[in-house]
């Protein structure tokens, strides 16, 4: 999930969240998608979900940020905003935030936009996705970047296959059995987030119970979390490495009420000075009974 609210942050923080943490704005064309995989139902229930997380680096917090879905019969969206805080603010202070929406079929988001606007005391850019197909259509960075020759090139085929970061921080378990289990995080996606496109893949770790101070309280499946760039990126660049090389980052998902859709609770990345985490404050989902089929 990279919540959009890290992605200003002046840090070797912010650059280790941001390809994870999928701009919730964070947080990760969806048909083609495995983590959100569409299993035929009778009926698609509704649901919804408020929450404000907040970013912590060796336990200092550094940011806050708040997020919004709505999940209805054939439609979904999905809002993020947020930025930095304490100590950081100070000296780096910056904003952000991001949308995403699009279709429910066959249980299933499928995404059709995405938007991830960041600004900071220097500049303020904005990165705008459409998808189809399972892909990304069309994609543009406002201002345009200036050229790397050493970045690894996005090409179209790179764009196909993929999610954008904020749906694809949302797992689809599909099926009709428990939506909280081990099976959960035996998945893996691409992600393309307008500049990088990269893969996750999880694999689980274990289950737990997880308290919000407001709203959800109880099981959560742990998935540990692989990082592997592909392109867009500069190989030489140390942070990059970093994150391909780590074994140790998890993230613990919760259930929106009423759907098979997991979302991130909590997120936890070791970085060389100390853990750094994004958690819920307060989480509150509610569900909505399915609308009924018309009948003749």
């Known amino acids: 999930m990279t919540l959009q609210l890290s992605q200003p942050w002046n840090s070797a923080f912010v650059t280790a969240f941001r ?4 701009r919730l704005g964070l947080f990760f064309a969806l048909s083609a998608g495995a983590w959100l995989a569409a299993a035929p139902q009778a009926a698609y229930a509704q649901g919804r979900v408020d929450a404000n997380y907040e970013a912590s680096l060796s336990g200092i917090p550094v940011g806050k940020g708040s997020w919004t879905i709505e999940i209805g019969d054939d439609v979904f969206s999905a809002s993020a905003q947020g930025g930095s805080a304490g100590l950081l603010k100070a000296f780096s202070g910056g904003s952000g935030s991001g949308a995403s929406q699009g279709r429910v079929v066959n249980g299933a988001l499928v995404a059709n936009s ?18 189809a197909n399972g892909g990304v259509k069309d994609f543009s960075i ?32 599909p099926g009709t059995g428990e939506v909280l289990s081990p099976e959960a995080c035996r998945t893996g996606t691409g992600v393309f987030d307008g500049r990088l496109r990269y893969d996750l893949k999880l694999d689980f770790k274990r ?31 140390p942070v990059i490495k970093w994150l391909a090389g780590q074994r140790n980052m998890e993230v613990t ?19 060389p000075f100390g853990p750094a985490m994004l958690e ?7 569900a909505a009974p399915p609308r009924l089929a018309k009948t003749q």
């Open 253 to 271: 998902f919760v259930p929106v009420a009423g759907t098979r859709i997991l979302v991130p609770f909590r997120m936890t990345i070791p970085t």
């Open 19 to 22: 390809p994870i943490v999928p």
């Open 280 to 286: 819920a404050t307060s989480f509150v989902t509610t």
């Open 114 to 131: 995405y938007v991830a606007t960041t600004t900071t005391s220097k500049k303020s850019e904005t990165i705008r996705l459409v998808l």
């Open 142 to 173: 406002d201002p345009v970047p200036p050229v790397d020759a050493d970045r690894i090139v996005v090409t179209e085929a790179h764009r196909k296959n993929v999610l954008d970061p904020m749906t694809g921080s949302m797992i689809r378990v």
């Open 207 to 237: 289950m737990e119970n997880v308290k919000s101070e407001h709203g959800y309280h109880g099981p959560a499946v742990v998935c540990a979390i692989y990082f592997t760039p592909v392109a867009g990126y500069i190989p030489d660049r």
